[in-house]
């Protein structure tokens, strides 16, 4: 009787365990089909607004009409014309080895030589470019799933452009200067329709060389009140272009494909494996839905909001557990973005300003003591700071002045640029005219 007892307590316990285990295992199960599930609901809610959510429904969005004239094979055939400066040749701005100018110093009768040999040389893609910066749409076609294969392209055309403003500034100009700022701002808008987040950051990144060849145009040589205003328009238009929040919409669709094939991100072995499994690939695609909706909620806040929800949102993200591994490897760290985002709209409201100042120079032979000087004439109103709110710092140095923004740290360093502080020492974002 013992020895049956003893076996029915362990048949029970037996028993049990396995009710245990089995019951384990249907949640398990049915947690698992919640997530894929909820992922799925989630995606068709985003078809269902109209939102791409693969990188075949992105492209299908992203195509032109039948018909519509495009500027893209006319700018790849400008990105195929271009000529590179020999190694043993240093032309200012496009190689690396040679020295830029400085701010409000003419070219060197040995330099001005190298430069003009070196536009004469792209004679034919600047001129391809500025026929493409007059067509208003542009589409790049490629793989979404390779990459986009023409940023370095882009790069060296947009600098290529800088240099011929300046140039065109040296020879008193003004038109073929603000031709040139023009057709550098339109190659960076041609990639504003782009999904991939690293076209928009080449966007802003060509956005801030027009604005650099800006300031040294304006320390060189002075243009009319209506080229300025045709300057102003320019600029006016990337601003309107430059848009986070569209950016990410393209960029969600990249991590959502990720999940998918893991090899996109260059994800292989162990890590694919984790990345591949029902649950962390569902729980994934919930979790960078959720990150990307909120990114894209925060790029649409008012500027000086949104630096500080970007680092709430990334910080949450790092504090997720184990469990929501995916979105922890995959989730873009964009504060930083963020923070290039903010610095790009500044420094166009700093350029715009500037325009403003020049104008105001020319009616009244000096440049003025506030900016609220220029306020309504020149200006409908002093641009905002977007990283604290107050109004674009300025400060004049007959005959030239300076306008600054604090930039992410929030500290006014009273309009020092980077090369004037030593390394590691804050400074502020400029914009410096000097005659």
Known sequence: MHHDSDGRFKLKIRHIILGVFAALLAAAILYLALLGSGANRRLEALRAA????????????????????NAAPIY????????????????????????????????SEP????????????????????????????????????????????????????????????QGDGDAVVRCLEDTLRLGDSLEKEPMLIAYLVHIAGTAVAISGFQSVLSITSLTDSQLRDADAAFAETDGKIDLAQALVGERCYSIEYLRDPSL???????????????????????????????????????????????????????????????????????????????????????????????????????????????????????????????????????GYRLWSVMEDGKDNGGKEKEEVGKNEPYDLCFIVVK
């Open 111 to 170: 330099v001005a030589k190298v430069v003009t040999d070196y536009l004469a040389a792209n004679e034919v893609c600047l001129a391809r470019l500025h026929e493409a910066a007059g067509i208003a749409t542009c589409r790049y076609d490629y793989d979404y799933r390779q990459g986009y294969p023409r940023l370095s392209d882009l790069r060296f055309c947009v600098l290529l452009l800088k240099l011929a403003a300046v140039y065109h500034a040296n």
């Open 265 to 399: 991100a260059g994800t292989a072995g162990p890590a694919a494996a984790i990345l591949k499994s029902p649950g962390i690939k569902s729980r994934g695609i919930i979790d960078i839905l959720d990150y990307m909706e909120d990114c894209i909620e925060a790029a649409g806040r008012p500027p000086v909001e949104r630096l500080a929800r970007f680092r709430q949102i990334e910080k949450r993200i790092q504090g997720l557990s184990f469990l929501h591994v995916a979105a922890k490897m995959l989730a873009p760290a964009l504060s930083r973005v963020a923070e290039l985002d903010l610095r790009t709209h500044a420094h166009l409201d700093m350029a715009r300003t500037a325009v403003a100042i020049e104008r105001y120079r020319l009616a009244e032979g000096r440049t003025p003591e506030q900016l609220t000087d220029l306020v309504p004439r020149y200006l409908e109103q002093v641009p905002s700071d977007p990283f604290d709110g107050q109004p674009i710092r300025y400060r004049r140095a007959e005959p």
């Open 50 to 69: 109209g939102q791409p959510t693969s990188l075949a429904e992105l492209a299908l969005r992203n195509k032109l009409p039948m018909g519509m004239e």
């Open 76 to 107: 790849e055939s400008a990105f195929a014309a271009y000529v590179a400066p020999s190694e043993d040749v240093n032309v200012p701005y496009v190689s690396k080895q040679a020295k830029d100018p400085e701010r409000g110093t003419r070219f």
